[in-house]
């Protein structure tokens, strides 16, 4: 109808199968909406994604590395004779972002026999393991022989050593790019907060079902370590594995390289749960072990012991 200066129309008569549909005059917005938290957390993570450096500040990473672009060092980059480097990176290939890990100086001479392992691993697929997709062999955009591991990239995983040992000490951060950086200078056992038992058994099973996972495929993780174990959201991530087999080719049986893998988790759980980085060392031992009966359940001191 119209009338002056406005319309009115006439609404249809209500549809019985919305109302359900329709929030309560009272409910609580969390319910509704996403929480502030939520969307802070995913903003975040898409800055990440589309952080960039400055190329007159990074004047030694290269423009490309084969089809990838755009690299963001994820570490402190400036510290001398680093045998290993970490990069974000783009792929014009598909579009996504990658982590790029270097090995530096290294040459491949057999790619066949040297880089077989390497293709056990980009069919190993687990919810609790960053993908090994592409390895780069005799890479020269660095000014060298590279040797590079291309995983999947997860924006603002932190390592169980940033998470849980004083993080500040081990990294720093670049205001110019937003993004912070983690240094492998050489530093102090670190001490931390030790963990509360429900955090120590997500932990626990999340790690143990990503090593049944490599052990019943044939391999051996070589990787389970406060520095390469990430934290993504509510997910623990076994990360850069394969690197050891290709690098470190050794004539072990798989059996022993697995058993050192139980040793390597026991020791993880042990400085967890004493908030201790080192606290499975023989000279700690005995003080992280009377911490750990004084503090936790039955069923968790049998798992440790």
């Known amino acids: 109808m119209n009338t002056s200066g406005c319309f009115v129309y006439n609404t249809p008569l209500p549809i019985a199968h919305v109302a359900r549909f329709r929030g309560k005059a009272n409910a609580n917005q969390q319910t509704q909406f996403i929480s502030p938290e939520l969307r802070i957390e995913l903003l975040q993570r898409q ?15 290269p ?18 004779n680093q045998p290993q480097t970490t990069f974000k990176a783009f792929s014009c290939r598909d579009g996504g972002f990658y982590c790029l890990r270097r090995i530096h100086g290294y040459a ?14 980009k069919k190993l697929a687990h919810v609790n393991i960053v993908p090994l997709r592409e ?22 995983a932190v390592t169980l050593m ?22 492998t200078v050489h530093m ?54 394969g690197i050891q087999d290709i690098v470190n080719q050794d004539q072990q049986a798989i059996q022993t390289l697995q058993f050192e ?31 750990i009966m004084e503090t936790y359940s039955i069923d968790f001191k049998a798992v440790v012991t």
């Open 47 to 61: 800055l990440a994604f589309e952080t960039k450096v400055d190329p007159t500040a990074y004047t030694d990473i």
């Open 108 to 121: 491949v001479t057999h790619p066949g026999k040297q880089t077989f392992p390497a293709e056990q691993w």
């Open 188 to 241: 102090p056992p670190p001490l931390g907060t030790a963990a509360s038992e429900n955090m120590l058994w997500s932990y626990l099973i999340q790690i143990t079902a990503a090593l049944r996972a490599i052990h019943t495929n044939g391999l051996a993780c070589r990787a389970v370590d406060l520095n390469k174990i990430i934290v993504y959201g509510n997910k623990i991530m076994l990360s850069f594995c």
């Open 162 to 183: 940033s998470k849980h040992f004083e993080p500040k000490s081990a990294t720093f951060y670049d205001a110019a790019n937003g993004f912070r950086l983690s240094s």
């Open 261 to 291: 893998d139980l040793n390597q988790l026991g020791n993880l759980m042990v400085a967890l749960a004493s908030g201790r980085s080192h606290g499975y060392r023989k000279d700690l031992l005995q003080g992280t072990m009377k911490t």
């Open 135 to 156: 390895l780069l062999i005799n890479c020269r955009a660095f000014g060298d022989s590279s040797l590079v591991f291309v995983y999947d990239y997860y924006p603002l």
């Open 63 to 80: 423009s490309a590395v084969e089809h990838y672009s755009n690299l963001v060092p994820l570490e402190n980059v400036a510290i001398q």
